[in-house]
């Protein structure tokens, strides 16, 4: 079965709580749509030591989603990232047009539109899913009995947790537009699902345990925890909800929380209960790390429990 319009798209980005009495709102935006052409999700996630992060996140986001509306012709993924950096870099010279009487020189001007970029574009008429990642979340392929890890966070020098943004790769005395980290393949006969999100998800279920990521790695598994399938499978219950009350509302994660998914189908209950036992064989060949997930499969829910938090629909 190919991938068509016919296919779903949903999205939401949530206020963390430690952002609940900033005046610049929440910071992550999301976008996902499907045409006739093709379909498009997106994730910006705006950085918290930026003046005017939540601008950023929005016109980065509604740019790239404007890009993969004009059905481009992508013959390479050099010429993909070219395209990219290129609509990027008109991007901020416009935010800071539009911003140019407040109160900053234009260097700092230029700081203070800072954003990561996660997209996943699927042409239908070659069959074929670019992705794209600057910055820290993830991106998902969700297979017929598995998760697939696309991408993850990108750690900057030394080691700490320095994440990469939009005007790293825009400005060429800091950093080259390598950054910019582009990948295509053919859709496959087992891909039924993208999704990408941002870090505060991806703090939350991402599998972290060394020990735990060589045993998913040597399997061809994703290191994520598989309680990401039952928000796959539920997208349409009301995807807002799920991520206010379970990664927000009950101090699961403290940021701004965003997730974009495009769905061909969803996963059967027999390939999820397949994940959940090699999640739970996965922690029997490693030393269980601290504060450990703990996962209960339900016929109407997955419960994770991490300092007693239970992700529900």
């Known amino acids: 079965m190919q991938w068509t319009k016919k296919i779903r798209a949903q999205n939401t980005h949530v206020l963390g709580r430690k952002y609940r009495n900033d005046p610049r709102g929440c910071q992550d935006y999301s976008i996902s749509w499907v045409e006739d052409h093709g379909a498009c999700s ?3 996630d705006g950085a918290g030591g930026s003046k005017r992060s939540q601008h950023a996140s929005k016109a980065f986001s509604e740019t790239i989603s404007d890009f993969f509306k004009s059905k481009p012709a992508i013959s390479s993924i050099f010429q993909l990232q070219n395209e990219i950096v290129k609509k990027c870099k008109e991007t901020i010279i416009d935010l800071i047009h539009k911003h140019k009487n ?19 574009y699927i042409d239908f008429s070659n069959q074929r899913v670019s992705i794209g990642h600057i910055g820290d979340g993830m991106i998902i392929a969700v297979k017929k009995d ?148 703990q996962i209960q499969l339900l016929p109407i829910n997955i419960t994770i429990k991490v300092n007693q938090i239970k992700i529900q629909y």
Request: net charge negative; aromatic share 8%; glycine share 4%.
């Open 146 to 293: 598995r998760l697939e890890v696309m991408s993850k966070s990108a750690v900057g020098d030394g080691g700490t947790h320095l994440t990469y943004f939009i005007t790293d790769v825009l400005n060429p005395d800091q950093h080259s537009q390598s950054l910019l980290r582009i990948n295509q393949r053919n859709l496959e006969p087992d891909d039924i699902g993208f999704l990408c999100f941002s870090d505060g998800i991806e703090d939350v279920l991402a599998i972290k345990n060394n020990d735990m990521q060589n045993h998913y790695r040597k399997n061809n598994h994703g290191a994520v925890n598989p309680a990401l399938v039952n928000i796959f499978n539920n997208m349409d219950s009301n995807l807002e909800e799920i991520i206010q009350k379970n990664f927000v509302d009950k101090g699961n994660s403290d940021d701004d929380c965003s997730i974009s998914i495009l769905q061909k189908e969803k996963m059967l209950d027999e390939d999820l209960n397949k994940i959940k036992t090699f999640y739970n064989d996965s922690k029997k060949k490693s030393p269980i790390p601290p504060n450990p997930i």
């Open 42 to 44: 997106i994730i910006c």
């Open 102 to 120: 407040e109160d900053e020189s234009n260097n700092d001007a230029y700081y203070s539109f800072e954003s990561t970029l996660i997209f996943i």
